[in-house]
């Protein structure tokens, strides 16, 4: 993939991060017998916010105002470097998995600083609650990462993509799909979907990320809200790379691309607008529930480890 493969599709990402996020709402206001606002209504919402001022807390520093573009911009690299198009590009070099997850976990600490420089009650809650479950979360990946990459040798995300697809076999094996539970537990934990957290509620006793963000407002407000759609995008684009390869680009050439770009949006829609139906059947768990729910994944992730040595 030339320059402008990764240009295309780090664009792609961009423009379909916030219509993911209205797709999953439209699906569950048609779940629950509403009309639903629209597939566009999140992009209506940022073009709205982009237009007014921010305002900043009394007393809080630069840490509250520079979190928001942190968080835009370690998302933004993960989606210029991770093989959600094609697995020819000339930053396949830095495709690690370990490197991503280092970059959510950035993004993550980012936000959460901005929470407790609020000085506020709820700051520091959302910013205590966060951080737990990025404690309990971020082990998985790296587990789940160390399972995939033991059969193909390297973290590189492209190789292990690779492999996928030259080797469906191993896409089915019981490493792979121990690997593939607890990493989807932790898309749901990561990217702050029910049942871990619920993103329409404002409650003191269920808010997690909510609780982080009350304060920001105008273009700040929009930037988080813009993070957080496409880090839900970049989570779904991750899972369905790593679980389920197939289509995505092998070769630089057009047709290819095409391919490419196609299966991703195809795939990145019908896991949200899945996600999304399941929220429908799901109510948020109380939040000391939230640990043992990552423990499950952890142990899944423990079990894919040993299965990838003892059942390769």
């Known amino acids: 993939m030339s320059v402008v493969g990764v240009v295309v599709q780090v664009v792609l990402l961009v423009v379909l991060a916030p219509y993911l996020v209205g797709l999953m709402r439209q699906v569950r206001a048609r779940m629950e017998g509403r009309a639903g606002a629209g597939f566009g ?4 919402d940022l073009r709205k916010q982009f237009r007014k001022e921010p305002i900043t807390p009394a007393g809080s520093s630069w840490v509250f105002a520079a979190a928001p573009a942190v968080l835009v911009a370690t998302t933004l690299v993960i989606a210029t470097v991770a093989p959600f ?9 830095i495709a690690d998995l370990f490197a991503v997850v280092a970059l959510l976990l950035l993004g ?11 000085g506020t009650a709820f700051g520091g809650m959302g910013a205590s609650r966060e951080i737990t479950v990025a404690a309990l979360a971020e ?3 790296l587990l789940a990462g160390f399972a995939l990459s033991a059969r193909v040798g390297t973290t590189n995300l492209a190789a292990i993509v690779e492999r996928g697809q030259q080797a469906p076999g191993d896409v089915l094996s019981p490493a792979s799909l121990l690997a593939a ?26 808010m997690i990320h909510e609780a982080m963000v009350l304060e920001y407002a105008g273009r700040d407000l929009a930037l988080v809200e813009f993070a957080s759609a496409l880090r839900l995008t970049v989570l779904l684009g991750l899972w369905s790379s790593l679980f389920l390869p197939w289509g995505v680009a092998t070769s630089a050439s057009p047709v290819a691309l095409l391919i490419g770009v196609v299966a991703f949006v195809a795939k990145v829609a019908v896991l949200g607008a899945v996600l999304a139906a399941g929220e429908v059947f799901m109510a948020k768990l109380r939040l000391f ?3 043992e729910l990552l423990a499950g994944s952890f142990l899944f992730g423990l079990l894919a480890v040993s299965s990838s ?4």
């Open 108 to 118: 993550t600490v980012a936000l959460a600083l901005a929470g407790l420089d609020t």
């Open 181 to 206: 539970v607890a990493l989807a537990v932790v898309v749901i934990a990561e990217a702050g979907r029910l049942p871990v957290d619920n993103p329409s509620t404002h409650l003191e006793l269920t």
């Open 309 to 312: 040595f003892f059942l390769a």
């Open 139 to 141: 082990p998985t990946i």
């Open 289 to 291: 529930r939230v640990p």
């Open 41 to 44: 209504q999140p992009w209506r």
């Open 85 to 93: 198009v094609a697995t020819v590009s000339p930053l396949d070099g």
